[in-house]
């Protein structure tokens, strides 16, 4: 019977893990593909925006470029390494804007129209009404 020692013994075979994806990177080593669906990402980069805007030396020059623009938004997003869907959009409310309660802006979703379909109840068109600061209905 044939012995084997350290040097000529098989290797166990350990199971194969995929490939880790090379990662493009931003000059100062942040990852460039930040998902805009998974919600950490999302919060890490805004996060990272809201210590710009409060940093900004000419405060708050940056905020209103942010507020004017929504390109400008979205590139706030995209210069930290995040993809962000080109059907989405990136707004910036002034600030103090949640202070007026139901006065305040509101984001609303337009409807798909459906030209053979009935006709969305008002409940279903409320539904469109996606953010405010205070429920009115």
Do not use: C
């Not at 350990?14 to 999302?42: C, F, M, Q, Y």
């Not at 600030?95 to 969305?120: C, N, T």
């Amino acid at each position: 019977m044939k012995t084997r020692n350290k040097h000529t013994a098989s290797k166990p075979k350990t199971a194969s893990s995929p490939k880790r994806k090379s990662r493009k990177s931003l000059r100062d080593g942040r990852e460039v593909n930040l998902d805009w669906g998974n919600v950490r990402h999302k919060t890490k980069v805004f996060l990272e925006i809201m210590r710009e805007i409060l940093e900004d030396p000419n405060y708050p020059a940056l905020a209103n470029e942010y507020l004017g623009s929504d390109a400008a938004a979205r590139q706030a997003f995209e210069r930290r390494g995040m993809k962000v869907p080109p059907d989405v959009k990136v707004v910036f409310l002034p600030a103090g804007d949640a202070d007026k309660l139901s006065a305040a802006s509101a984001v609303i979703q337009l409807p798909r129209r459906d030209l053979g379909g009935p006709k969305p109840t008002d409940d279903e068109l409320a539904e469109l009404f996606v953010a405010n600061y205070h429920i009115v209905w």
